[in-house]
């Protein structure tokens, strides 16, 4: 079985820009999750969505949104770049006692 | 609010134990996780925790206390390819987990 995906691997963009990123769950889970890995930091929660729904949402500004669609794959978007959201974007899925399984990551980087 | 707090770096040798401490403080306190993540890779799920007393996972052991807000995890017989970071993570809620920034460990020979 083929574990969490996510694409792009990397990305660079410029300050302003915009950025959509994408995961696909572990087959047959129906929550996805978002977060933000800074270097030397632990993963920072931004969203969590079940069925489509938002379920939570972190400590973000209004330039992070995202969606879930039916077959449950999500994307992530962020508005107005700033040099602050560069970063490991990672999407994990979560499993029967809501343990979260990680794919490897967006390595995303604003100049 | 959350606040979580793990040792920043530990070192150990080859064949020996290892233990890595957690102490938190969480708001609807559902669980806790810990997540072991190499150098440029996602983390990877080691065990959970959701009553006081010790889980075995081979090598691994993790061990809570809900009452203190302590966790541990314990690393035995340890080898050069658990140098790491090892990532302590309470649960809120449904499923979102807060992590701490991690205790890098350096497995020497």
């Known amino acids: 079985d083929a574990g969490v995906t996510q694409s792009p691997t990397h990305l660079i963009k410029t300050r302003g820009q915009h950025v959509t990123l994408r995961c696909s769950p572990i087959?047959?889970?129906?929550?996805v999750s978002w977060y933000q890995q800074v270097l030397g930091q632990g993963p920072q929660f931004i969203f969590q969505?079940?069925?489509?729904?938002?379920?939570g949402r972190g400590n973000f500004p209004d330039r992070f949104s995202a969606r879930q669609f039916p077959n449950y794959s999500s994307e992530l978007n962020v508005n107005a770049l700033l040099l602050g959201d560069s970063a490991l974007y990672l999407c994990?899925?979560?499993?029967?006692?809501?343990?979260?399984?990680f794919g490897p990551g967006t390595r995303l980087t604003v100049t | 609010g959350q606040n979580i707090d793990q040792p920043t770096e530990m070192t150990a040798t080859e064949g020996a134990i290892v233990q890595i401490n957690c102490t938190y403080q969480?708001?609807?306190?559902?669980?806790l996780f810990w997540y072991q993540q190499h150098a440029g890779e996602a983390p990877t799920f080691l065990s959970y925790?959701?009553?006081?007393g010790l889980e075995e996972k081979g090598r691994f052991s993790s061990f809570l206390s809900r009452s203190k807000g302590y966790s541990y995890l314990l690393l035995k017989e340890l080898q050069m390819k658990d140098s790491a970071s090892y990532l302590c993570?309470?649960?809120?809620?449904?499923?979102?987990?807060?992590f701490g920034k991690g205790t890098m460990l350096l497995v020497s020979p």
């Open positions: 969505y079940y069925e489509k729904e938002e379920r």
């Open positions: 925790n959701v009553l006081d």
């Open positions: 994990a899925s979560t499993g029967v006692v809501n343990e979260q399984y």
């Open positions: 993570a309470p649960k809120s809620g449904y499923s979102t987990l807060t």
């Open positions: 087959s047959g889970h129906k929550s």
């Open positions: 969480t708001s609807g306190f559902n669980g």
